[in-house]
């Protein structure tokens, strides 16, 4: 699946009124953790299906990195169903990555 760059004006649509689990990846481009990351989140979209990957870049989107209270980055979130149900805070390895989406899959 291809990963999808969300704002402050599509969360909504993209997030909260999906269907079914949608893994938000908080991050920044100077962030040196998050960068390690995108091409581990990159390899995960092409391998899980029934999730939606979403990407928020928290200095273009202040809004909903506020209304969910992002300390630190990089963050994820797992929805399902608009609702969240999972953060992690910090960088993950693949396994881990996988190992957390499988507990939220359909």
């Known amino acids: 699946m291809e990963i999808v760059h969300v704002t402050d004006d599509t969360f909504e649509a993209e997030v909260l009124k999906a269907d079914g689990a949608v893994l938000v990846d908080f991050w920044a481009g100077w ?18 299906e029934n999730v939606k990957i979403c990407k928020v870049d928290v200095d273009a989107n202040p809004s909903v990195s506020i209304q969910y209270n992002i300390m630190s980055i990089p963050t994820i979130l797992m929805f399902v169903n ?7 805070i910090g960088l993950l390895s693949k396994p881990e990555l996988l190992e957390l989406i499988q507990k939220h899959q359909a």
């Open 82 to 88: 608009g609702v969240e149900e999972e953060r992690s």
């Open 31 to 48: 962030c040196g953790p998050c960068k390690m990351l995108a091409p581990i989140l990159e390899e995960v979209a092409g391998e899980v």
